[in-house]
């Protein structure tokens, strides 16, 4: 395994300061003291320079070609405390594959398994005192590559950079798991054939902040985006994929055939599913079948899910011709259930039966 370099924080945050930061977090503003980070560079040198710096202002070209042709990519995971104090993460492996294939399609260099999770341990050892201990709270841990290089001629750079920075973030849901209110959008979408799709980089997020805007705008929380070829069939939200349970007990989601991100989370809960002995099928599911079963009751439950919010009820789906409440609107028995037992899993009070957990501390 490769060593990363430590260059401690001069001056780290005060303890009193930390806990104060870790005991009510607010999601995505407060970072850890220190990030991780390698460099690649084209010619031969590859991936080098691993180390755990203090988090702190980049400094970069202004002709960096990120900045010009958003030549990036990202992933999303978390750490857990346990009860007895020790600190693990969930599927790292899955995320490191996923990196590895979102740097492909971006013309970025794969970076090795072993770095993705080296990377990851070394940080939380670090920064370990900013995992959160109160109940739902977690680390949740941004890696990220870039194209670095100070170039604006359109190619794949010959320099990157990744990092990885630390943010404790609480409870998702405080008071209790609440349903969200989706909007159905029928005018964008997030991806097509070929496209970035099955890639987690930030375009396909810029892509889609019109359509969350829209949703806002009609009282919505989350978007729903329809495939691009037809505008008929469901896809996922801008940043969750999206499960439906049927009345007859079948749960199906969209089939992850290149325009819909591949959750770790998604392929958790299938399993977990699999294992209650209920049937899952990857299958195209039409607007109007979804509606449909929702008027007449053969739709039981409608949930998303994703490493932020885990598994997320939807109580309300809307569009321009709909809006309609799922079974009473209130969370489903099977998107409860699944809720309790993969967040079991990840803070160690249910078994792992799947090898998923991953000790970092
Ligand atoms: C990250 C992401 C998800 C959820 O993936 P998880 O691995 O479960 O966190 C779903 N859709 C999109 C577009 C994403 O970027």
């Known amino acids: 395994m490769n060593q990363f370099a430590l260059e401690p924080h001069p001056s780290p945050t005060g303890p009193a300061e930390r806990a104060a930061l870790v005991q009510a977090p607010t999601f995505g503003t407060v970072f850890a003291d220190h990030m991780a980070a390698i460099t690649w560079s084209a010619g031969g040198t590859g991936w080098h320079d691993r180390r755990i710096t203090p988090y702190a202002r980049l400094s970069l070209e202004p002709a960096a070609a990120v900045l010009h042709y958003a030549q990036e990519v990202f992933e999303g995971l978390k750490a857990y405390r346990w009860a007895d104090g020790s600190i693990h993460t969930f599927r790292p492996d899955a995320n490191a ?23 990851l341990e070394a940080l939380v050892a670090v920064d370990q005192e900013w995992v959160p201990s109160q109940p739902g709270t977690s680390l949740y841990l941004r890696p990220f590559m870039f194209a670095s290089e100070a170039f604006i001629g359109v190619r794949a750079a010959h320099e990157v950079s990744y990092f990885v920075i630390a943010s404790p973030v609480g409870a998702y849901f405080k008071g209790g798991v609440a349903p969200v209110s989706i909007w159905v959008d029928q005018v964008f979408h997030r991806a097509g054939p070929g496209g970035t799709g099955a890639a987690k980089c930030g375009g396909n997020y810029a892509a889609s902040l019109v359509a969350q805007e829209a949703a806002y705008q009609h009282g919505c929380e989350q978007v729903l985006f329809l495939d691009a070829m ?68 053969g739709v039981a439950e409608v949930f998303a899910c994703g490493t932020a919010a885990v598994v997320t009820p939807v109580g309300r789906l809307a569009g321009e011709t709909f809006d309609v409440t799922v079974g009473d609107g209130t969370p489903g028995e099977l998107t409860m259930a699944l809720y309790d037992e993969l967040t079991g899993i990840q803070y160690g009070r249910v078994a792992d039966r799947h090898g998923w957990t991953h000790r970092l501390v």
Request: without cysteine; hydrophobic residues 40%.
């Open 97 to 119: 594959e996923r990196f590895a294939r979102s740097a492909r399609r971006m013309a970025l260099p794969e970076l090795p398994v072993e770095d993705f999770i080296g990377s």
């Open 230 to 297: 037809t505008s008929s069939t469901l896809e996922e939200l801008g940043g969750m994929n999206v499960l439906v349970v049927m009345a007859s007990g079948e749960v199906v989601t969209p089939p992850t055939s290149g325009t819909i991100l591949e959750g770790v989370t998604r392929g958790s809960l299938l399993g977990l599913i699999r294992d209650r002995g209920r049937e899952v099928v990857e299958r195209p599911i039409t607007l109007t079948e979804l509606l449909d079963g929702i008027a007449t009751g």
